[in-house]
Structures are given as C-alpha cells and as structure tokens.
C-alpha cells in the first residue's frame, strides 16, 4: 500500500526538519510540501535523498494547496506564526486561526478522509477550529483529527529522567494530558512506567518546567521563534505511529489532543472533564482513534488540583476556537 504525506508549512522552522524525517520513513510513497514560500527548493533538496518517497513543492498559485491535499492518508500541519518573547500562545490566534482554517477548507474538499495532525498553535483553539470546519463541509470524522500535543510528552520524558537520573529518557512512558499551552498542561507523574519517585521538593518545579517548556526555547532564540527542531523530531515521532498505524500495526499508544465525544471511550472522559476537546492517551487503529483510554481514574490529589486548573483554561481556548470557525468571514 502507499502512503501519501503531506506538510503544510513545509518550509518553515519545523516545516522543514519535519519534512527531512519524513522523507527519511520508508512507509511513504509520495511526499508533497505545500507552503506560500520556497517549497520547490526545499522539495528539490530532499528528493535527492535516497528513500522511496517521490517529494513535490506546491505554492498557492494554480490551486495549489489542493494539488498538494488531494487523496492524502496523512496530513501535517506545522503552518503559522511562532512566538516572540513576552507572547502566549493564544496571542498568535489572530493570524493562525484564518490559516488553519483556510487549509482544513481544502483538505475537507480534496483529501477528507485524511489523517490530520495539528501543530500550530494555539493548538487548544486550532483543534477545534478545524473540527468545526469539517463538521460544516459534512466530512468531520474525530478518529483522523489530532491536535499534536507529543512535545509535552517528550519534555516530560526528558525532565523526568534528569530528575530521577535515568540514562534513557525514551525508557520511560510519561503520560502527559490536557492541553498544549501552560496551565493547561497536565503530566501525571504518578502514572510513569517504569515508576520512579519524583522528590517532593522537586515535584512543583517540574510540573512548571513541562507546562512552561516551551517558554524556555522563546527566551532562549530571542526573537527568533519558538521550538522547531525538538517539535519536528515530536511530530515525527507522532506522524510515525500514525503512518504504523495506517500500515495496519495494532497497539500504538500515544496522548493526542481529540474531539471526545466522537472517539470510541472518549464519551466518558468528556462528561468527567466537562470538555469535549482534550489530550488523553489512544489507541490508533488503521481508521484512526480506536480508542481513548481514561487516565483520570488513579491521580493524585495534586494532579485532580492541577487538572481542574486546566480545565477551566481549556474551555476559554475551545468555545474561542468553535466561535471562530461558526462565524462567517467578514468581507
Ligand atoms: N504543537 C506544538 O507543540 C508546537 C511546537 C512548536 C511550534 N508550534 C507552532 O507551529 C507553528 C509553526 O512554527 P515554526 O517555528 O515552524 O514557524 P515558521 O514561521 O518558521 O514557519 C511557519 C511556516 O508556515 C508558512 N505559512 C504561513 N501561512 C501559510 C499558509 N496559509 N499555508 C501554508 N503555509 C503557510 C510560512 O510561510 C512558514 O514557512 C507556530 O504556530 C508555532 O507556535 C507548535
Ligand atoms: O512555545 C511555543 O510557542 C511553541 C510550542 O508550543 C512549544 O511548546 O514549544
């Protein structure tokens, strides 16, 4: 079976490296990168690299977002404005929003039973943007929508096994939950596997440094945009389980931000968060989320504390984000 992929922001900070590790995976057969900008040279670029994938550039002009879409399993979409100092993620709403929903417009016409992964930010609004977007074309399937929120896990492995002084971050499973933005962050240290004990007077700063991870790269690149290389080597790691997925691998297990209520298990974890849109740990299947697993059952006092925090940020940034997209365009 071939696997057509796309990116749209592939030339972009993320864009980019997230586009060279894609072309790297021998599950895909044809590799398109849409972005408003050098596309032709970044596709030039990595078609000489000696994988399967055959790599095509696409602009806007002759339609060409939809050439890039059309009939794709997997669509990436690291595309939008990052961060400077002094911003939040929603500050980026703005701009992002008519991006994201621009491109899930075409998607939905040329490509609707595609796989969706969302990256830009803010993603706590985007997710429900383009799910709102779907439902008004008649094409909205929850199981393929994604709001990549695998950053967060991949900190969380790395900060945790700093702090409990594992040489292998990536031996340790780090259930992170929620949203992607600050408070709405939520790891449950309590579940890690192979279970470590995180020190007391540890535990408060680390929570911090997960939900405020991102801030970190902005400080440091001083103007220069917000995290692009740790997030393509998260998105890929997510785009990857999903491309096994697709290849029919049973098992694949990762946290993503869904649509709840139209997830197979998700029901459940709506009614017990009061939100429809939330990142839970699920099971992929070769058509999409097979199932969300409850991970709210065995927290600990202080996660439920963190959780009801998150909670009532994540509602704000939702009901921003359906308003959004219910809202015709001013002319
Ligand atoms: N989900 C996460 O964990 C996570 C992590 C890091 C960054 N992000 C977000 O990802 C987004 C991209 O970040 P970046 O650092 O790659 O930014 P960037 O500015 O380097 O790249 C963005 C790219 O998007 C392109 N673009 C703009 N409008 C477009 C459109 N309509 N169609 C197609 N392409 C378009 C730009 O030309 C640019 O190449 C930002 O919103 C950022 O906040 C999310
Ligand atoms: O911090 C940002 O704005 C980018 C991204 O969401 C991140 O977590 O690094």
């Known amino acids: 079976m071939g696997i057509k992929a796309v ?18 995976s021998t ?16 596709a030039a670029d990595l078609s000489h690299i000696s994988s399967p994938a055959k790599v095509t550039g696409y602009l806007p002009k002759d339609d060409g977002a939809k050439a890039a879409f059309k009939n794709a399993d997997l669509i990436v979409i690291p595309a939008g404005i990052p961060r400077k100092p002094g911003m939040t993620r929603d500050d980026l709403f703005k701009i992002n929003a008519g991006i994201v929903k621009g491109l899930i417009e075409a998607i939905a016409e040329v490509a609707p039973k595609a796989y969706i992964l969302i990256i830009s930010n803010p993603v706590n609004s985007t ?102 290389l ?34 197979p298990g998700g029901e459940e974890i709506a009614k017990e968060t009061g939100v429809d849109f939330f990142s ?13 697993l409850n991970p709210l059952a065995n927290i600990t006092d202080k996660e439920k504390e963190l959780l009801k925090v998150a909670i009532e940020g994540l509602k704000g940034n939702i009901s921003k984000g359906v308003t959004f997209a219910q809202t015709p365009a001013q002319k």
Do not use: C, W
């Open 280 to 292: 839970v740990p699920i099971q992929l299947g070769k058509y999409g989320v097979e199932k969300a």
């Open 230 to 263: 740790s997030m393509a080597y998260a998105g890929y790691r997510f785009a990857e389980k999903v491309l096994k997925a697709l290849n029919g691998e049973t098992g694949i297990i990762e946290p993503s931000y869904v649509y709840l209520p139209g997830v």
């Open 127 to 228: 997710v429900p943007i383009a799910a709102e977007t779907l439902k008004a074309a008649g094409v909205f399937d929850a199981k393929r929508l994604f709001g990549v929120t695998t950053l967060d896990i991949v900190r969380a492995e790395t900060f945790v096994a700093e702090i409990a002084g594992k040489a292998s971050p990536q031996e340790l499973t780090v259930p992170v939950i929620g949203g992607h933005s600050g408070e709405t962050i939520v790891p449950l240290f309590s579940q890690v596997e192979p279970k470590v004990e995180i020190p007391e007077d540890k535990y408060d700063a680390l929570v911090k440094r997960v939900q405020f991870g991102g801030d970190e790269v902005v400080a440091a690149k001083d103007g220069a945009g917000s995290a692009t």
């Open 27 to 42: 599950l895909i057969t044809e590799l398109s990168l849409y972005d408003v900008v050098n596309t032709p040279g970044v």
């Open 7 to 24: 990116v749209a922001g592939a030339a972009g900070g993320i864009g980019q490296p997230l586009s060279l590790l894609l072309k790297t």
